[in-house]
T-cell receptor, first 112, second 115 residues
Framework: AQSVTQLDSQVPVFEEAPVELRCNYS??????LFWYVQYPNQGLQLLLK??????LVKGINGFEAEFNKSQTSFHLRKPSVHISDTAEYFC??????????FGTGTRLTIIP | KAGVTQTPRYLIKTRGQQVTLSCSPI?????VSWYQQTPGQGLQFLFE???????NKGNFPGRFSGRQFSNSRSEMNVSTLELGDSALYLC??????????????FGQGTRLTVV
């Protein structure tokens, strides 16, 4: 079964600074990869997804992620964060016909 | 286009009682999944339905059950509630047959508190 590791449980970043949230997955076969964001008292919203094709994936709100098969990573990046980016971010992995498996989440805190 | 609707948003139940949560997917979506979210365990998969058939099931006791109706609406039921069942229960729907192969749209969740 596939699994996801989010290496940082909390990441504080100054406003307008860049950020990288790390995600590593374990699977020996082709996988689909996702990043979701959860704002307080809300459900999850898809930021971006990698199904196939270009390894650099662009999502909403200025986020992007790069699929690295050799390092089994799918790190999320944003060049300049805003206060409104304060939320919890979840990396998820799946395979065709299987469930989404989520990481434990990274709480991103933006410092004014 | 309406999103995924979960009802109720908040629920308080007593140990030993049972509870039913409802999820209405986005119109046209036939795949529905349920997740339990707790601070200690994170997001844990409960079940997935497509066209009224359960496709996948997570590692939860038999007290947790679900079903999907012909209009794709789904319900989950928890019987004999325990304190540890307190959680945010999230429902997600997808246009594609396998929710893991496409974009999953999540509802705002039902916050269940067991006292």
């Amino acid at each position: 079964a596939q699994s996801v590791t989010q290496l940082d449980s909390q990441v504080p970043v100054f406003e307008e600074a860049p950020v990288e949230l790390r995600c590593n997955y374990s699977s020996s076969v082709s996988v689909y990869l996702f990043w979701y964001v959860q704002y307080p008292n809300q459900g999850l919203q898809l930021l971006l997804k990698y199904l196939s094709g270009s390894t650099l994936v662009k999502g909403i709100n200025g986020f992007e992620a790069e699929f690295n098969k050799s390092q089994t990573s799918f790190h999320l990046r944003k060049p300049s964060v805003h206060i409104s980016d304060t939320a919890e971010y979840f990396c998820a992995v799946s395979r065709l016909g299987e469930k989404l498996t989520f990481g434990t989440g990274t709480r991103l805190t933006i410092i004014p | 286009k309406a999103g995924v609707t979960q009802t109720p948003r908040y629920l308080i139940k007593t140990r030993g009682q049972q509870v039913t949560l409802s999820c209405s997917p986005i119109s046209g979506h036939r795949s529905v999944s349920w997740y339990q979210q707790t601070p200690g365990q994170g997001l844990q998969f409960l079940f997935e339905y497509f066209s009224e058939t359960q496709r996948n099931k997570g590692n939860f006791p038999g007290r947790f059950s679900g079903r999907q109706f012909s209009n794709s609406r789904s319900e989950m039921n928890v019987s004999t509630l325990e304190l540890g069942d307190s959680a945010l229960y999230l429902c997600a729907s997808s246009l594609v047959e396998s929710i893991g192969a496409g974009e999953a749209f999540f509802g705002q969740g039902t916050r269940l508190t067991v006292v």
